[in-house]
């Protein structure tokens, strides 16, 4: 029997608390002698991360290698990434991490223990510190480990650093040697199997690393990189993930042809193939450091990961390029780590969430090591995740997942068409992915439809969509949104007198130029995102600190352009109610560019609400302050679209 009840009153047995107790952070991880370790999240904890360990064909409970209150966590280029490694000393597996407070590189047992220190204290006048590390990989020299170093004493220069593990340079910096010379930024540090050469890439300003990146190969010389050779990518060429398949050839991921695809170098002979051309990407935007898409199984074999609106897995034929796909049941994988035919990967299964696996590549059984959802709601209350395409009014594709409204035994009253929420990613240079998500089935089985964007500039479709984006944010990332949200309505799906659209950081931009240009929507909820150009360039972190150059371009002489686009300047065209949601601590999106929104919808008398999170960065991370967000998000929806919800209405101002 099917019980009709208004859209967004359905009784959900999700709740904000599921969605967040219910959803642990799951990292990379690795084989470590009969064991696996990863990296988990606490989010009871503030969000701290720590690396866990069991054993690799056993169901015993998790042991915690870093306890509190250290926090493994990176902050090179604000987002981290790759902030642990094992590293044998002495024949001993030891782990080696970045703590979040201090960024000094600490080292622990496979017991756990009182973490020593690596690095020196570098705290600056300002109290950040000023020597921070990741990527940490064994160093030519069994004594010491490599890692990326970024360092903030004087003028900002990143490189990779060789560390003493004798912890003789805790106190003393001289004890700490720049293997390379310094780039705007570096990543991706990888020594051959010989320990004679190093590969590593890096960019300079203005670039990101989807837009342009160099692949460097040196000679290892007395512990420093000497003959320094660039032998891949440019300023237009985004290479990514070198990795050694013997002493004398590289393999490496580059967007020449249009898409991420793989190619093979030959050192001697400067020899380059690509070996698997397709118009799919295998591999993605380098957000965070360490981030992997193939891994090399052997000297004739990778296992990569492929494809547009996700990624499968495959076997990749080196020398004849075969590919031969690896059928699993996941929307998104990534390699961590290989081992006598096993692989550790992290992956996206739409029964069971994000997790850690344990692949058998020879069975293609899976064993689940570490899930994201400590319980699988009903799966009554689960929404289907459809892929489409929808087109822009010049007929440019635009792809979409649509989570329509999903709670077994219930529907909406006859007649009524749904409320739909258009979820903006980040990034903007960023992929949504068919996912089971919690805090869409959060909306979706309370009667609330979801649509997750993926507007030109995403990754996942090839250079040229990507760079549909260019100078053009605020613009393509809008009509996109406003293309898929009139392409629901008009097929029949979405009730188009209540659709709302949300987002976090560049998200949150796309939200607020989609109410100041556009009357598309009756809802908008920004979290943390950019409302003023200016403020953002001048008041946000080095990494994305010439972004907008490609997004909207160079600034000051495109200073009218940045007016004209800010949508802090056309707040006066807000006609529909906005909920702002904000962390006090937030250095890529600082705080005043949510303030200054909320002080001029005040001003024009627009109805909204401001929420500041204590403690909270760029994302929100705290159990309560992820409770909140959820339940505020859902009661400002109830309020605005006219719905019974199960939490209070949120009163605006």
């Not at 547009?308 to 897995?313: A, D, E, R, V």
């Not at 990534?334 to 344990?358: F, Y």
Request: charged share 20%; with cysteine.
């Amino acid at each position: 029997m099917t019980t009709s009840l208004p859209f967004g009153s359905w009784p959900s047995p999700i709740t904000a608390e599921h969605v967040a107790a219910g959803t642990t952070p799951v990292g990379g991880g690795t084989f470590v002698g009969g064991e696996l370790w990863w990296l988990e999240g606490r989010p009871a904890e503030g969000g701290r991360m720590t690396v866990v360990a069991r054993g690799a064909v056993s169901d015993q409970a998790p042991r915690e290698l870093v306890a509190a209150p250290f926090n493994v966590r990176s902050r090179v280029n604000e987002y981290g990434g790759a902030a642990w490694a094992v590293i044998k000393v002495n024949g001993t597996d030891e782990l080696v991490f970045a703590n979040f407070t201090d960024q000094r590189l600490y080292s622990t047992g496979a017991h756990g223990g009182t973490p020593v220190p690596m690095t020196p204290p570098s705290t600056g006048s300002d109290g950040d510190p000023q020597l921070r590390f990741a990527e940490i990989i064994p160093g030519a020299d069994p004594g010491e480990i490599f890692a990326v170093c970024e360092d903030h004493r004087g003028e900002l220069r990143r490189y990779i650093v060789a560390i003493p593990l004798d912890g003789s340079a805790a106190q003393d910096s001289a004890a700490l040697r720049e293997v390379t010379a310094s780039s705007r930024f570096v990543a991706a540090p990888r020594l051959s199997p010989g320990a004679t050469k190093l590969s590593w890439i890096s960019w300079e300003h203005p670039h990101m690393p989807w837009d342009g990146t160099e692949l460097h190969s040196a000679d290892l010389i007395d512990g420093v990189a000497v003959n320094d050779t660039v032998i891949a990518g440019s300023t237009t060429e985004s290479v990514l993930q070198p990795e050694w398949l013997t002493d004398g050839e590289l393999v490496f991921a580059s967007d020449r042809s249009g898409w991420w695809n793989l190619y093979a170098h030959r050192l001697e002979t400067g020899e380059q193939r690509a070996l698997c051309p397709r118009e799919e990407e295998f591999a993605g935007p380098l957000w965070m450091l360490g981030q992997r898409w193939f891994t090399v199984e052997n000297e004739r074999s990778l296992l990569v990961t492929h494809g547009t609106h996700g990624s499968s897995l495959a076997r990749l034929d080196v020398s004849t390029g075969d590919l031969a796909p690896l059928e699993m049941p996941f929307t998104r994988i990534s390699p961590s780590a290989l081992a006598d035919g096993k692989l550790l990967a992290t992956a996206t299964s739409l029964v069971q969430g994000d997790g850690l696996r344990l692949i058998d590549l020879e069975t293609l059984s899976v064993q689940d090591v570490s899930l994201c959802l400590s319980a699988l709601p009903d799966p009554g209350a689960l929404p289907h995740a459809a892929a489409m395409e929808f087109s822009t009014a010049d007929g440019a594709p635009v792809y979409a997942h649509v989570y329509a409204p999903a709670l077994v035994g219930y529907s909406g009253l006859e007649g009524e068409k749904p409320p739909f929420v258009a979820f903006v990613h980040g990034g903007p240079t960023s992929q949504a992915f068919a996912q089971l998500s919690l805090s869409i089935a959060y909306y979706t089985s309370r009667g609330i439809g979801v649509v997750d964007v993926n507007y030109g500039g995403s990754t996942g479709f090839g250079r040229a969509y990507r760079e549909r984006l260019r100078g053009q944010w605020g613009i393509v990332d809008v009509q996109d949104t406003v293309a898929v949200m009139e392409g629901l309505v008009a097929a029949g799906i979405a009730d188009g007198n209540r659709l709302g659209i949300e987002g976090g950081s560049a998200g949150g931009w796309t939200v607020l130029n989609a109410l100041t240009t556009t009357d598309a929507f009756s809802a908008g909820i920004s979290r943390y995102g950019v409302s003023d150009l200016v403020g953002l360039v001048t008041d946000t972190h080095d990494f994305e600190s010439r972004y907008m150059e490609s997004l909207v371009g160079p600034y000051p002489e495109a200073a009218e352009l940045y007016a004209q686009r800010a949508p802090i300047n056309h707040v006066d065209n807000i006609s529909c109610p906005v909920l702002l949601l904000q962390g006090d601590e937030d250095k890529v999106v600082p705080p005043a560019q949510s303030q200054v929104v909320a002080d001029a919808l005040a001003a024009n008398g627009i109805p909204h609400a401001y929420v500041l999170y204590a403690g909270e960065q760029h994302g929100f991370r705290r159990m309560e302050n992820i409770i909140n967000a959820l339940e505020t998000s859902l009661g400002f929806y109830a309020t605005v679209f006219g719905f019974d919800a199960d939490v209070p209405s949120l009163e605006l101002h």
